[in-house]
């Protein structure tokens, strides 16, 4: 059994896993591989000597934020940050704060936010994360918004809980730390009738927690499937997005050879025209390994802005 106690903020002791058959799924919280490793190197500048220095710095500023309570004594959590700032302090800190700041503007959303009180977006099965990664060592998240999507049983803001949970997950994990994620939002069957559910208020959130908010590299976001009406939900997203984040939205529509150019097809599941040889995991597959971590999404939520601990 790997060990997991350095990774984490509560106390839980085995690693979280779900059997499927043949197959284990876990969330992967054992220290980078040696190939991993030199991803950090190089996309990050992440050396033993580098990563100390960072720590000890960050750990300095944050002293200094009063009104801001963390887990200060905790290097990995720390690094965490670091990760997504290249390890410059001053980036991670302010990363930190904007990632408080947003949770306290949007505390209808987080508040007592846990795996096991949002099982319906699960079971509705709109949201995935594939088994495996992509060939960078990437997390790869399909957000399916069109023919599986029943507006009269999840609403947008219940498809936003699932991705914070998702991602939340996903940040407790070293290598997806280093490589980062991918989202695939698959819109095929989008009605008119759903579009009218996206507003500009939906889009603002969810640009402001993309671009600003979330410690986690998200690489790529492939829009595949989408009919010609998903334009109008676009036009809702667009006057936010910064250039950066814009730059890595690409429109595949159901041309499956420029998906590919991005993603190797040994990484995806036929249905993107991929040769995946693994079993699909569904929504309520996920939420049965998301709600093993209860304990841990408890600690991340007793940290923040004026927080105490209760942990």
Known sequence: MPKIAATILSDMEEMPTVKLGDYTLQ??????????????????????????????????????????????????WLVRFLRPSKFYPESALGLIKRYYAFKVKHANMYNGLLPSK???????????????????????LVIELGKKWHTDKVTLDEVFKGCVLFLEAAMLEPETQVCGAVVIFDMDGLSLSQTTKFTP??????VDWLQDSVPLRIKNIHIVNQPYIFKIVFSLFKPFLREKLRSRIIFHGTDRKSLHQYMDPKCLPECYGGT????????????????KCDKEFTAINSYGYNKKAEI
């Open 27 to 76: 969330m992967e919280l054992e220290d980078l591989k040696p190939e991993v490793k030199e991803i950090a190197r190089k996309e990050l500048r992440e050396t033993p000597d580098v990563s100390k220095e960072a720590i000890k710095e960050l750990r300095s500023l944050l002293k200094e934020e009063k009104d801001l309570h963390v887990p200060l004594d905790n290097d990995i």
């Open 118 to 140: 949002e099982r319906n977006i699960f079971q509705q099965n709109i949201l995935t994360v594939q088994p495996n990664r992509d060939q960078f060592g990437r997390r790869i």
């Open 201 to 206: 208020s939906f889009a603002k959130r969810i």
């Open 276 to 291: 995946l040889d693994l079993p699909r995991i569904n929504g309520e597959q996920w939420l049965e390994l998301l709600e």
